[in-house]
T-cell receptor, first 111, second 115 residues
């Protein structure tokens, strides 16, 4: 099957750091995406990892370990506006490189 | 750059009617577009992959005769929900991929309500 798992919900405090984990099936892998989605809106691109290691973009960083089928999204200096769902998506090789999305992690940031 | 639009943003229709949703890439050519459906508090479920000039590829469990997809040009794909029923009420989102990149750019989504 095409499995991708991430926690359903997380809460964190404004100004803190939070790590959202994602595990995926390792066969036919062509990269790992993270998207942010606010309620009622379309997803917006955050990051793309295809090689092992950490990619940093301002307050957001994403890590990938291909051998372990594992990724995480790290959010620093949390702000209230970071309250959203974070979707991990695995790009499948072959065909049209479609994305398989995880169920999403709903992050609630509180004061 | 890489802007994708969808029209309409919201639509309410009666059961048994058909609804067409348009997805356009505004500043790039997209040989491949994807159609997703998202129910409340759930993730995006890929319905089909749309390729310009060829038949769409549907995911398992998606009825191709009910969800008609036409990718007539490199900037436009349409999804027609035929004989809509209340259970088809959902948030429909398209995405487009420029050239041979892996990244997909999402449209703003269409909220369909079938009464």
């Amino acid at each position: 099957g095409q499995n991708i798992d991430q926690p359903t919900e997380m809460t964190a405090t404004e100004g803190a750091i939070v790590q959202i984990n994602c595990t995926y099936q390792t066969s036919g892998f062509n990269g790992l995406f993270w998207y942010q989605q606010h309620a009622g809106e379309a997803p917006t691109f955050l990051s793309y990892n295809v090689l092992d290691g950490l990619e940093e973009k301002g307050r957001f960083s994403s890590f990938l370990s291909r051998s372990k089928g594992y990724s995480y999204l790290l959010l620093k200096e949390l702000q209230m506006k970071d309250s959203a769902s974070y979707l991990c998506a695995w790009a499948i090789s072959g065909g049209y490189n479609k994305l398989i999305f995880g169920a999403g992690t709903r992050l609630a940031v509180h004061p | 750059g890489a802007v994708v639009s969808q029209h309409p943003s919201r639509v309410i229709c009666k059961s048994g009617t058909s609804v067409k949703i348009e997805c356009r890439s505004l500043d790039f050519q997209a040989t491949t577009m994807f159609w997703y459906r998202q129910f409340p508090k759930q993730s995006l479920m890929l319905m089909a992959t749309s390729n310009e000039g060829s038949k769409a590829t549907y995911e398992q469990g998606v009825e191709k005769d009910k969800f008609l997809i036409n990718h007539a040009s490199l900037t436009l794909s349409t999804l027609t929900v035929t004989s809509a029923h209340p259970e088809d009420s959902s948030f429909y989102i398209c995405s487009a991929r420029p050239g041979n990149t892996y990244e997909q750019y999402f449209g703003p989504g269409t909220r369909l309500t079938v009464t």
